[in-house]
């Protein structure tokens, strides 16, 4: 989860400067009305579409921004603001009016004693935190995530599908991550698995490459690295959610919002899965294609502009 609060690496940043619409220091919420009709929730004149200082966060963003749009909702974008701790601040005073989150790394944010790890769990605790202004929508399958992820060769070896099968092998298994992970990740593992790994090395930014390479046999990679895709490597499943649920949803500002935004963030949730943002995101860090363009064409093929 740490990754949503430090943001990505400096290679993104200019896929992520790409687009257009940055917006000025104005009141968002002072402009002329919208002509879109207004709905029985109440909207405000534009809805202001903010995203994080990562590239995955500016992608959602404009896919977003660009769906409302369709809807005839008058729409201003500023993308890649910063960290959680200064794009919070925003939504929570109306200059932002949508955010992209990820639920897990949020509720951390707002708790950091929570234990929650399921979704619904999770759901739950940012019900009781966020603030009666705030409001996350419908999570979408998507989670940008820890993962324990292996070389698809190990895993057909071994029958590996889930993390739980590991518990068979883990013995014979090198594990990397981050200099951090075993401290974070070696108790947890004990508790919710039954998992005692034969070594644990630190593979920080290489720990994909070293899962190829076959210097590790395991490794912590989040599920949207596009090296996953591009290494032919099999993120296990967290069966029994050692990490912790981190869905991806929109939160929105309420008295800046009407039916038809919610409904428009809402249905974008219910196409997107893990599976299908990993591949967006490979044609932005590997295709050097424009987040806006990667946007539009995923909504395009989905219904969805």
Do not use: H
């Not at 959602?60 to 974008?77: C, D, N, R």
């Not at 070389?151 to 889930?162: C, Q, R």
């Not at 591009?230 to 008295?255: C, E, H, M, R």
């Not at 967006?280 to 989905?302: C, F, G, Y």
């Amino acid at each position: 989860m740490m990754r949503r609060f430090i943001g990505a690496a400096a290679v993104f940043l200019t896929a992520a400067l790409a687009l257009s619409a940055c917006g000025g220091g104005s009141d968002p919420l002072s402009a002329t009305p919208s002509s879109a009709p207004a709905s029985s929730g109440g909207a405000s004149a534009k809805v202001v579409v903010g995203s994080f200082n990562f590239p995955e966060s500016v992608l959602l963003g404009s896919i977003y921004a660009q769906a409302l749009t369709a809807k005839g909702v008058q729409v201003e974008e500023k993308p890649n603001i910063g960290s959680r701790e200064v794009v919070y601040d925003q939504i929570k005073s109306g200059g932002l009016t949508v955010l992209p989150e990820y639920i897990g790394s949020l509720l951390a944010f707002l708790d950091k004693n929570s234990t929650a790890k399921t979704k619904e769990e999770i759901l739950a605790g940012l019900t009781a935190k966020l603030p009666p202004e705030l409001e996350v929508l419908d999570p979408a399958e998507a989670q940008d995530n820890n993962s324990l992820t292996v070389t698809k060769e190990t895993a057909g070896k071994y029958g590996l599908s889930t993390i739980s099968g590991l518990v068979k092998v883990a013995k014979d298994f090198t594990v990397g991550g981050p200099p951090e992970f075993k401290k974070r990740q070696e108790e947890n593992f004990k508790q919710v698995y039954g998992l005692e790994f034969k070594e644990w090395k630190s593979t920080g930014d290489t720990t994909a490459d070293a899962i190829k390479s076959g210097t590790v046999q395991v490794g912590n990679v989040f599920t949207t690295d596009p090296k996953i895709v591009l290494d032919d490597l099999v993120a296990l499943q967290d069966d029994k959610n050692a990490f912790g649920s981190d869905n991806i949803t929109p939160i929105v500002y309420k008295p800046g919002v009407n039916d038809t935004v919610v409904s428009t963030l809402n249905a974008i949730s219910a196409k997107l899965d893990t599976a299908t943002l990993l591949s967006l995101m490979k044609r932005i860090s590997v295709d050097k294609d424009d987040p806006p363009a990667v946007a539009k064409d995923w909504l395009t093929q989905n219904g969805l502009v």
